[in-house]
């Protein structure tokens, strides 16, 4: 039987509860409107940005604090990233899946960690690294007691500063475990491309989303925000917040 397709949406990071509070409503919304469960996803702390000066967030413990806000208040399952093995638990406290970022996800212990909270691990693929390497992550996390294990595809490195996106590593991974997710917005990062920070062109955004549709993605993940040219975080990559809809609509067709 074929799964129904999973949603995560939300802002890069964490800028503030107006922010915040604004995605959850268009959320809950959509949620309602197309009858579908699209989890809230934000970071704590972005600690691996480019430069030195860029925001990182509110940090662990306010962080948290405001995830679990939404939640209460909105009724929304949470996805949130670690860096660090010692910022699990807490996480882990607050979060229904807990996702372990693109260049970190070899990190034996980081994924080990993630494992033990019991709570659902994601893996995004390593810019570096086939679709068919990351069932070795996958075996770590397993191996460490997770239950339930998803992947994530966020595109290739090509060259300075520019991503590609390879499709066939979904089916490769879809044969590793079956909820594979397209990371639609970061893929078309051009990272460190925009002198010190991370570009980006958001426009490409909707074909990356129809074409893992094609070769089978079960998930789809979108960083939102209400104004991306004033994010603080992947503005140039992130998707309109008024045009969530129109996309998700797209792929429930």
Known sequence: ????????????????????????????????????????????????RTSVS?????????????????????????????????????AGEVADVLQIPAFLCRQTDLLASAARTGRIVNIKKAQFLSGKDMRYPVEKALDAGATEVWLTERGNIYGYNNLVV???????????????????????????????????????????????????????????????DKALSDGPNMLELSRLGEVVASLLK
């Open 166 to 228: 390879d499709f066939r590593n979904l089916a490769d991974m879809l044969d590793i475990v079956p909820r594979v997710i397209m990371d639609c917005t970061h893929s078309v990062q051009r990272p460190g491309g925009g002198n010190g920070q991370t570009n980006g062109d958001r426009r490409f955004v909707p074909q990356m989303a129809l074409a893992a549709k094609a070769f089978g993605a079960t998930g789809y993940f979108f960083e939102v925000h209400p104004d991306p």
């Open 1 to 48: 039987m074929e799964k129904a397709p999973l949603f995560i949406a939300g802002p890069c990071v964490i800028e503030s509860e107006q922010v915040l509070r604004i995605v959850a409503e268009e959320i809950v919304k959509l949620n309602a409107q197309l009858g579908i469960d699209i989890i809230f996803k934000s970071s704590f702390d972005k600690a691996n």
């Open 54 to 90: 860029s925001f990182r967030g509110p940090g662990l413990e306010k962080g948290l604090q405001m995830l679990a806000d939404i939640k209460s208040r909105y009724g929304l399952r949470i996805l949130t990233d670690i860096h660090e093995s010692w910022q699990a638990k807490a």
